[in-house]
DNA sequence: AGTTATAAGCTAATTCTATTAGTTTGTCAA
DNA sequence: TTGACAAACTAATAGAATTAGCTTATAACT
């Protein structure tokens, strides 16, 4: 048996990620990473802190990798079509990486600075989006609120297919954006 | 060893629901519930078709349980006042009941009729409320999947801790329905 | 270049989980 | 009272995570 160095950090996150994202979280299992990744399942631990390091590890990627597509769905807009915009790259992240997406949403432990910063980087592109509506200290915090719920609970309800009957899934966003966008304006 | 004859499908759904509110769902294991029961973990397969069995059981008693707090919370209300009175009890059974909740959530199987009527049920309820807005039948879905996504979203971002800030979550919420409602009347 | 310390990957063992097979025995109905 | 059924059991299997400890590739330092 080879016993090459091939692992690292990223490689073994990378790989959790593709499985997380096509089996759902819940169905991953170092085994299975590290049967991807032709390595016997302790090697996984020189890289990784267990199931529960990964998981956080995986945490931390899906919160970047957001932040970064909603910056870029955000740049050269303003006002409402910045809020359609990131609003609907997060939904499409969400679609096409949802082990990534739900790994993200589990609360980062109160000691992990560096999660919780990533979470906090994510909010600091909404606040900038919402910008123009010039809410104040508490209004701009409901608010955030309320558009994490709304785009939160509709991918979700998505994924898992809450949502069966044969009608337009993007026309249903648009208006519930909409009526956010609205009522922002009053 | 006694070996009376002490179980039946209920209590093994009762002891799980009060060991997935308490703990989470995820966290519900078969040793738990049967040690909670007194009893070996394989004399529940006499009433629960294995973990995936009782998850699905408690669905379906979570989303019973869900309807009935949504239809007593609605009684003797109607527009506006019923609807802000059922997104309250809902979020209040998420709540009080997040592991039954978390169960209900999973889009039932496709030959599960029972499951998926217990389903449709529950959004006859919401359907009953919507009815004096006179929403065509395609505004009416949009609008029903709107007001899950804004309830359900909000319900588990809760949950999971995701509102860190010292900030009133009753005013969040309450701020984010009238919104809601604002935008059906328009 | 040769040596050595470190750490990567391994095997082996433990524990916890779910599940199935097959046995015993309490319970209810004839 | 008895006999069939079903409930609870024991035992065994399989797969998951985790830890301990061994081996050896690798890279740093003479």
Same mark, same amino acid.
């Given at each position: ?11 073994v996150?990378?790989?959790? /990620?593709? #499985?997380?994202?096509r089996d759902?979280l819940?169905?991953?299992?170092l @085994?299975?990473? +590290? =049967?991807?990744?032709? &390595? ?12 529960a390091?990964?998981q ?5 990627a ?17 006002g409402?079509?910045?809020l ?18 739900? /790994?993200? #949403?589990?609360?980062?432990?109160a ?5 919780? @910063?990533?979470? +906090? =980087?994510?909010?600091? &592109?909404?606040i ?21 719920s ?37």
């Amino acid at each position: 048996m080879a016993r090459k160095r091939t692992l690292d950090r990223m490689a073994v996150v990378a790989a959790a /990620a593709e #499985l997380a994202d096509r089996d759902g979280l819940e169905r991953l299992t170092l @085994a299975q990473v +590290a =049967e991807r990744l032709n &390595v016997r399942v302790p090697s996984l631990y020189n890289h990784v802190d267990g199931l529960a390091g990964l998981q956080r590890d995986l945490a931390l990627a899906g919160m970047r990798a957001a932040t970064d597509t909603l910056r870029r769905a955000a740049v050269g807009l303003a006002g409402d079509a910045a809020l359609f915009a990131i609003a609907d790259a997060y939904r499409t992240f969400a679609h096409e990486h949802y082990g990534l997406y739900s /790994a993200g #949403l589990r609360a980062p432990a109160a000691d992990d600075a560096e999660l919780q @910063a990533a979470g +906090a =980087e994510l909010i600091e &592109v909404v606040i900038a989006v919402l910008q123009p509506y010039r809410l104040d200290e508490i209004a701009l915090i409901h608010t955030i609120r309320g558009l994490r719920s709304i785009v939160h609970g509709f991918v979700t309800l998505e994924a898992q297919g809450g949502f069966g009957l044969p009608v337009d899934c993007d026309e249903s966003f648009r208006r519930l954006m909409q009526l956010f966008v609205g009522g922002l304006h009053t």
